[in-house]
């Protein structure tokens, strides 16, 4: 089944993704290429225990498995779920739920919910140079005065929005001012900012595992 629609865009090196409206058992897949593949080590793993020291049930010889992507995926709206070709586990994604990172192989998402949307954003993937840049995922409703992260940010709204009293439609990707300037979402939804700055692995990391911790990401045994 198609998704009620899809929106592509792009700006210099960056591209977007956007499926909306994904009705139960819309399916998509994920397979992009990576120039050079920074995977999770024990010793960032042991971090994440001592910053983490009461969650006992954290998978992590699961996190092992994972390497930075120059993508972003976010799930915008209902449940989904990804599949990786010989891994045992699947794992579950709600609303605003975020990643940066991979494991080899091709990986299914599924729309476990009618309604669902789902967001990528990064690194032209027919590109020749995929470098991991730097990326936040922020929640907006309503009006702010936003300011971008570097003075080179580029912006993705996930929802219509005015920014600077320039209106940006949801999906499309737009560089960002250097300034404070007012940002204003139609409906609530979230904003990709990326960076020209290098992405760090322990960042991400940790962001990830506030996601788990939160139950905002879960992980099951496949039956």
């Not at 909306?20 to 990576?34: L, S, V, W």
């Amino acid at each position: 089944m198609m998704p009620e629609y899809s929106v592509r865009s792009s700006c210099d090196n960056l591209t977007v993704l956007y499926y909306k409206g994904c009705q139960q058992a819309f399916k998509f897949f994920g397979d992009d290429p990576e120039e050079h593949k920074v995977y999770v080590k024990d010793e960032h793993t042991d971090m994440l225990k001592q910053m983490f020291s009461n969650y006992k049930e954290y998978p992590w010889e699961f996190l092992n498995r994972f390497y930075l992507h120059s993508r972003c995926l976010l799930f915008t709206s209902g449940i989904w779920m990804s599949e990786t070709a010989k891994y045992p586990q699947y794992l579950r994604y709600k609303p605003g739920s975020h990643t940066s990172f991979r494991v080899s192989g091709i990986t299914r998402f599924t729309a476990m919910t009618n309604n669902c949307g789902a967001i990528c954003v990064g690194i032209n993937p027919d590109g020749t140079e995929f470098p991991n840049l730097r990326r936040l995922v922020h929640k907006m409703e309503g009006t702010t005065m936003f300011m971008p992260l570097s003075p080179n940010s580029y912006i993705v709204p996930t929802e219509n929005c005015t920014y600077g009293g320039t209106e940006i439609e949801s999906g499309t990707i737009r560089r960002a001012k250097i300034d404070f300037d007012e940002l204003v979402f139609e409906e609530p939804g979230y904003l990709i900012e990326f960076t020209n700055e290098p992405l760090t692995l322990e960042e991400e990391l940790i962001d990830y595992a506030h996601q788990w911790v939160s139950q905002r990401i879960e992980v099951f045994d496949r039956a």
